[in-house]
């Protein structure tokens, strides 16, 4: 399915006016520094009950390139020039950042501007399939995908994706991946009461991708009841529009999960309560 969407640039609704945002504190990964390559509008493959933009308003495949690379660059070297402290780059953003294009190039760039600093992504691997964005995300020295569920019903009912995307597509892709990538593979696995109890059938998915580690999160950040630009940080409380609370797991069923998962798969696996 795709949504005709609505493009407002106006300065006064979005006056973030950057490609790059942060840093923000991450409990994995530290200060993290967020390149959006979509920006305009929120664009992506799934529209996740949970997201942190709120209701995707361009739920598409395409890929193009949604915002030049020099714009990205010359917003990435304002931020440097501040000396904020950033332990990683993470691309993320507005939506699903395997759909830029130029995303290959947007690395290229930026690893010669701060070599000495490492470059995420967080991707729903719905496009791993393409010869294209398996190339541009090879640059990265991790890739976090997201795998919430166990089955294709699961799947429909909490990524809600573009029309075509499939369970098995997306698993397929990431083994796709897996082997040209020479860097790390994560997961990062939504739970919430809906999918908790999926835990045997995601052990299997778990087992056949293998990553280094497995993320377990809940969510812990409000549903945007409408588009900002600010969505992509933290939810700090500092912006005036209204949300809707979700429905997350408790730390006990949390540490329950984690493990079930490490008995089952072996992996090595991290809770967002600890």
């Known amino acids: 399915m795709s949504i005709l969407m609505k493009t407002d640039c106006d300065r006064d609704k979005f006056p973030n006016q950057s490609t790059v945002y942060g840093p923000i504190t991450s409990w994995r990964f530290g200060q993290s520094l967020g390149i959006d390559p979509i920006f305009e509008t929120s664009t992506c493959s799934f529209n996740c009950i949970y997201c942190q933009l709120g209701e995707i308003q361009n739920i598409t495949r395409q890929f193009k390139i949604y915002v030049k690379t020099q714009r990205v660059l010359e917003d990435f070297k304002q931020i440097m020039s501040q000396g904020k402290k950033i332990d990683v780059i993470t691309y993320s953003g507005s939506g699903e950042p395997s759909l830029a294009a130029n995303l290959g190039e947007i690395v290229t760039g930026i690893r010669a501007i701060a070599s000495g600093i490492p470059q995420f992504i967080l991707t729903n691997a719905t496009e ?33 994706p573009a029309k075509g995307i499939t369970l098995d597509g997306v698993i397929k892709g990431i083994l796709q991946f897996k082997e040209v990538f020479q860097g790390q593979i994560e997961v990062q696995t939504m739970f919430m009461p809906m999918n908790q109890k999926e835990i045997e059938g995601l052990a299997n998915i778990l087992k056949q991708v293998d990553p280094s580690v497995v993320q377990l999160n809940t969510p812990k950040r409000p549903y945007p009841l409408s588009w900002h630009r600010e969505n992509r940080g933290n939810h700090l409380g500092i912006f005036d529009y209204a949300v809707s609370k979700l429905k997350s797991i408790s730390k006990s069923d949390a540490e329950s999960l984690k493990d079930q998962l490490e008995k089952l798969t072996g992996l090595t696996i991290l809770s967002v309560y600890h």
């Open 128 to 160: 791993l399939g393409r010869e294209e964005v398996r190339l541009n995300l090879k640059q990265m020295d991790k890739v976090i995908v997201k795998i919430d569920a166990a089955n294709e019903e699961m799947f429909q009912k909490m990524n809600r």
